[in-house]
């Protein structure tokens, strides 16, 4: 409670401050600038108030404060647009990886997989001639070796 109201006190006071800078040439001939006068008399010294009150312009302000807005909407699109492109990346590896494992998994079956029934697409079963099982090595291991690392 006693800091605050030290704090506001201070604060009721420093507006009533007023910043003076002075200005003076001595007897060498060097120019000098000072919170404070000299304390040689014999030298001319001038006074260069300095205003703290700063008057701004409304409409400049608002300008000022809409170009800072325009500058943030402006980074947040960037950061959103980079953001989502790692994402997309991040899905494509994600989908190319569970592609090769596919593959892969598909490869393995036909090595080993013995003389199995497979299902086509209308629901008939049959059994891959070695013909079509090397097409399919084929396809297969030309896609891993294309998109698998």
Request: proline share 2%; charged share 30%; glycine share 4%.
């Amino acid at each position: 409670m006693y800091r605050t109201l030290m704090f506001c006190f201070c604060l009721l006071f420093t507006q009533f401050a007023h910043t003076a800078i002075y200005y003076w040439v001595d007897h060498q001939g060097q120019t000098h600038y000072g919170q404070q006068p000299p304390l040689d008399k014999s030298i001319n010294v001038q006074k260069i108030a300095v205003s703290t009150n700063s008057s701004v312009d409304p409409n400049q302000q608002q300008q000022s404060i809409q170009d800072s807005a325009n500058k943030i909407a402006e980074s947040n699109a960037e950061r959103k647009a980079a953001r989502d492109k790692l994402q997309q990346q991040a899905d494509e590896n994600r989908r190319r990886n569970e592609n090769c494992d596919a593959s892969k998994k598909k490869l393995a079956e036909l090595d080993y997989g013995g003389n199995r029934l497979y299902k086509d697409a209308e629901g008939n079963y049959s059994r891959l001639t070695d013909e079509d099982r090397n097409n399919q090595r084929e396809q297969l291991n030309d896609f891993i070796n294309k998109n698998c690392r």
